[in-house]
C-alpha cells in the first residue's frame, strides 16, 4: 500500500518555463512533507519543506504547495534550468513519528534548453 | 569528512553470504537513518538510531537484517543469508535534529548473485 503516489513517472519541460510536480497521500495523520532530488549516483538531496499548518513554502525557483483537503502537494520550479534535471522525491511524516519518513516513487523532470 | 560516507559503494556477493554496509555520518549528528532503495522505487525506510539505540527499527524487513550503531556515531548494517531480492541500493543519511531534512550518503550498490 504505497502512501505517498507520484502519479508521473516522467516530465519534460523547457527551459525556462515552468516546470509542476505533483504528489498525492492516503495517510491522514501525515502532517509534514518534503521534496528531495536526486541525481544518478548519489544519494537524495533536501530540497525543501512544508508543514501541514502552511500552505505554501517559497525557497527561491521553488515553492510546495500544500492542499490537506486534498491530500494533494506539489513543487513548483520557476524557471526551470537545465541543471534542474533529476529525479524528485515527494515525502511525509507523521507527528507520531517524524523521522520515518515515507517516500514516493519519484519523477524524472527533464528541462530540455 | 563533510559529508554522510558510505563503503563500499558496490557489494557483489553470492546468495546465502552475510555482508556489512558501513555508515560515517556527518560529525556531530545524532541521527542516522538506513534506506533501501530498489530500480524505479523511492526510498524505503529500514531504521532509525537516536545516538546508540535503535529509536525505530520497524521498516527492516525480517531478522536476517540488523543494524548497529556502537558508538553513536558509525553504523553498520547486517544482512545475513542473502537473497537475490536483497539486490538495492542501500542509503545512509544523518541528522543532528531529526525531523526528515537529512543528509544522505551517495549509498552502496549490493547485488546478489
Known amino acids: 500500500d504505497q502512501q505517498v503516489k507520484q502519479n508521473s513517472p516522467s516530465l519534460s519541460v523547457q527551459e525556462g518555463r515552468i516546470s509542476i510536480l505533483n504528489c498525492d497521500y492516503t495517510n491522514s495523520m501525515f502532517d509534514y512533507f518534503l521534496w528531495y532530488k536526486k541525481y544518478p549516483a548519489e544519494g537524495p538531496t533536501f530540497l525543501i519543506s512544508?508543514?501541514?499548518?502552511?500552505d505554501k513554502n517559497e525557497d527561491g525557483r521553488f515553492t510546495v504547495f500544500l492542499n490537506k483537503s486534498a491530500k494533494h502537494l506539489s513543487l513548483h520550479i520557476v524557471p526551470s534550468q537545465p541543471g534542474d534535471s533529476a529525479v524528485y522525491f515527494c515525502?511525509?511524516?507523521?507527528?507520531?513519528?517524524?523521522?520515518?519518513?515515507?517516500f514516493g516513487p519519484g519523477t524524472s523532470l527533464s528541462v530540455i534548453p | 569528512g563533510a559529508g554522510v560516507s558510505q563503503t563500499p559503494s558496490n557489494k557483489v556477493t553470492e546468495k546465502g553470504k552475510y555482508v556489512e554496509l558501513r555508515c560515517d555520518p556527518i560529525?556531530?549528528?545524532?541521527?542516522l537513518y538506513w534506506y533501501r532503495q530498489s530500480l524505479g522505487q523511492g526510498p524505503e525506510f529500514l531504521i532509525y538510531?537516536?545516538?546508540?539505540?535503535?529509536?525505530?527499527d520497524s521498516g527492516l524487513p525480517n531478522d536476517r537484517f540488523f543494524a548497529v550503531r556502537p558508538e553513536g556515531s558509525v553504523s553498520t548494517l547486517k544482512i545475513q543469508r542473502t537473497e537475490r531480492g536483497d539486490s538495492a541500493v542501500y542509503l545512509c543519511a544523518s541528522s543532528s535534529y531529526g525531523g526528515g531534512g537529512y543528509t544522505f550518503g551517495s549509498g552502496t550498490r549490493l547485488t546478489v548473485v
Open positions: 560529525s556531530g549528528h545524532t541521527a
Open positions: 515525502a511525509a511524516s507523521a507527528k507520531t513519528s517524524y523521522d520515518k519518513v515515507i
Open positions: 512544508i508543514s501541514s499548518i502552511k
Open positions: 538510531f537516536q545516538g546508540t539505540g535503535a529509536a525505530d
